[in-house]
């Protein structure tokens, strides 16, 4: 039987494929045409089961896909109209890997869970559309997973690539198996905050994989951030007073582990001058992004904070699509935007401003937009409602996490040495 050539490369030779690509800002009418990395609205990378072994039950249609063997190639398809590759599950990904089950889709692809064949475990492959600017975005990430990968010496802090290859046109990336997503986890737990001591160590290390980057993610959110293990327990929901013991929503899950891991670096950048094109998913954007005053490292920083508030409230901090909707929702919660970047903005962030101030409430799109900004509580508020104790502070943290002006904003090194972190230490 003839053998399908796939071009496979390990890990050590990770650098050998083209560097540039282009810009995959979907929100901006224009095309940068600055530094090596550009930023992308990515899509989600998520686990909804835990590990499973493959079935050792063999059935006619496993064995044989018209006509070749098991570990042979499945027949060719033609990708759908977006250039998703097309696959049926129990077919090979190559005679390595036996695809076992789809684990996520994004603008990116599809991610599988596959059984390696060689290592004897459960991989996460993510199949990436085969269209040329989405090929060249894989392997800028391919690109800066191997520079990641030679500051976490111990893979502690991102997830770890094990290969990669060229199939059919699609560029293949093999990771390790990971659990839920944080956003999965919420999702799954009725969008149940997690408890404060929880919350406190994943902000720990998230603060310290941000200070060892040496990069900026420019895409931190709760899809891209991923717990270790897909092992949970049950506890009781005291919240929920008005469930009795019967009903399965008095019970919350719990991670057993609070290990986490960041993916997802397709957007990964390193600090140039003047860039200043739309990056960060729209709910974890950064002010200085919305108005085009430029941005680096502190971008990440502001995105950490929301994500916070998320695993303490079980809903995204601010819920819109539409930036003046989003600047005043910051106002509402935060405090007015500071008058030195609102007379900074750019020409495409002019129209929000008026007379030196924030447009709002006299620009809102519609009536509901306006309530959707007034139903907001102030931060401090906010955090009150949902947690017993740190509430005080949690509440300081955020607000340096959360400051307008980047310059201003606490760094990883600053934020890790706050009484948040720092009581608790004392407290064990």
């Known amino acids: 039987m003839e053998m399908e050539r796939v071009t496979e490369f390990p890990f050590s030779n990770l650098d050998r494929r083209p560097r540039k690509r282009a810009r995959l800002g979907w929100d901006v009418p224009q095309v940068p045409k600055v530094g090596l990395f550009c930023g992308q609205e990515v899509g989600n990378v998520t686990s909804f089961a835990p590990p499973r072994a493959p079935s050792d039950h063999v059935t006619s249609s496993s064995l044989f896909v018209k006509g070749l063997a098991r570990n042979g190639s499945p027949p060719w398809r033609e990708d759908d109209k977006d250039g998703h590759y097309m696959f049926a599950l129990g077919e090979n990904l190559t005679s390595r890997y036996k695809i076992h089950s789809k684990m996520g889709e994004g603008t990116f692809g599809q991610v599988l869970e596959c059984w390696d064949r060689e290592r004897k475990e459960m991989v996460a492959i993510k199949i990436v ?22 500051h976490d010496k111990g893979g502690n802090r991102c997830v770890q690539i094990r290969n990669w290859f060229d199939y059919r046109n699609h560029i293949c990336i093999v990771f390790e198996k990971l659990g839920s997503s944080l956003y999965d986890f919420l999702r799954k737990n009725n969008y149940r905050s997690f408890p404060i001591d929880l919350v406190r160590e994943i902000a720990r290390q998230l603060l310290e994989f941000m200070h060892d980057l040496c990069m900026i993610h420019t895409d931190l959110k709760p899809e891209n951030v991923l717990l270790v293990s897909s092992e949970y327990i049950k506890v009781p929901d005291y919240k929920s007073s008005s469930h009795t013991p019967k009903d399965s929503s008095y019970f919350k899950r719990m991670p057993k582990s609070s290990a986490i891991k960041v993916i997802d670096f397709g ?20 002010p200085e992004v919305i108005l085009g005053l430029g941005w680096t490292y502190p971008c990440d920083i502001w995105s950490v904070g929301c994500i916070l508030v998320e695993l303490c409230t079980g809903e995204a901090l601010f819920q819109t699509h ?24 750019d ?10 101030r924030l447009d709002w409430p006299e620009g809102a799109a ?9 139903k907001l509580p102030r931060l401090q508020n906010l955090i009150m409602q949902h ?9 300081h943290l955020l607000q340096g996490l959360l400051r307008y002006d980047p310059t201003d904003r606490l760094t990883a090194r600053e934020a890790l040495r706050h009484p948040f972190f720092t009581r608790d230490q004392l407290r064990r």
């Open 366 to 374: 519609s009536r509901e937009s306006i309530k959707s900004v007034m």
């Open 322 to 345: 539409e930036n003046l909707e989003h600047l005043a929702m910051m106002e509402r919660v935060l405090g007015p935007l500071p008058q030195h970047m609102l007379k900074r903005v």
């Open 267 to 286: 957007s990964t950048t390193y600090e140039r001058p003047d860039q200043n094109y739309i990056v960060s998913t729209r709910h974890y954007r950064a």
């Open 129 to 150: 559309r085969g269209i040329k600017k989405y090929r060249e975005a894989a392997m800028i990430e391919i690109e800066v997973l191997q520079q990641l990968a030679k």
């Open 347 to 356: 020409r495409h962030a002019e129209k929000y401003v008026r007379r030196g």
């Open 387 to 395: 947690v017993d104790h740190s509430a005080g502070d949690l509440t």
